[in-house]
C-alpha cells in the first residue's frame, strides 16, 4: 500500500479550499430550497395529512381545520400566532414551516406518555383517587369545569 505524501509546512500555509475540497466532481451543490417546489408541497401535504389522522385516532385536538390546505400559510389570518408558536418549536427534527400538525403531534405524544407514566405511578401506589382530587383542584381553580 502506497504511503501519503508527505507535506512541508509551506505547503500546507499555501493550501487553498480547492486543494483541500478535491476535484470539482465531488464537491456537492446543493440546489437553493424553494418551498414551492411540488416535490416538497407533495411531501408536505403528505406528512400533514397523516399527522392530523393520527392526531385525531389518538384524541388529539388539531390547532386549524385541515380542509384550509396549505394555502392558510401564506395568508393565516386568525391562525397566525398559532402557527407562529408551532413553527418556533424546535428539538423534534427535520420539518418545514408547514408541518404543523406533524410538530402538534410530536408534542402530544411527549404529553401523553407523561401522562401515561403519572397515572401508572399513581395506580401501581394505589393513589389513583388522590391524583384525580390533585387534577380536579387544579381544574377549578383554572376555571375549568367538568370531570377527568
Known amino acids: 500500500m502506497p504511503r501519503p505524501r ?14 483541500i475540497q478535491g476535484p470539482d466532481w465531488c464537491t456537492p451543490i446543493a440546489s437553493p430550497y424553494n418551498p414551492d417546489d411540488p416535490e416538497k408541497v407533495e411531501k408536505d401535504l403528505k406528512v400533514e395529512r397523516e399527522a392530523h389522522e393520527e392526531l385525531v385516532r389518538d384524541n388529539g385536538r388539531p390547532c386549524y381545520p385541515i380542509e384550509l390546505g396549505l394555502d392558510i400559510f401564506k395568508h393565516p389570518g386568525q391562525y397566525k400566532d398559532l402557527f407562529e408558536y408551532w413553527q418556533g418549536e424546535s428539538g423534534i427534527g427535520e420539518t418545514t414551516e408547514r408541518w404543523v400538525f406533524f410538530l402538534q403531534l410530536k408534542r402530544w405524544k411527549l404529553f401523553r406518555q407523561f401522562q401515561q407514566r403519572n397515572r401508572h405511578y399513581f395506580v401501581f401506589h394505589n393513589r389513583f383517587p388522590e391524583f384525580q382530587q390533585q387534577v380536579l383542584e387544579r381544574r377549578r381553580r383554572q376555571g375549568l369545569d367538568g370531570d377527568v
Open 6 to 19: 508527505k507535506y512541508s509546512v509551506e505547503e500546507v500555509l499555501n493550501f487553498t479550499v480547492k486543494d
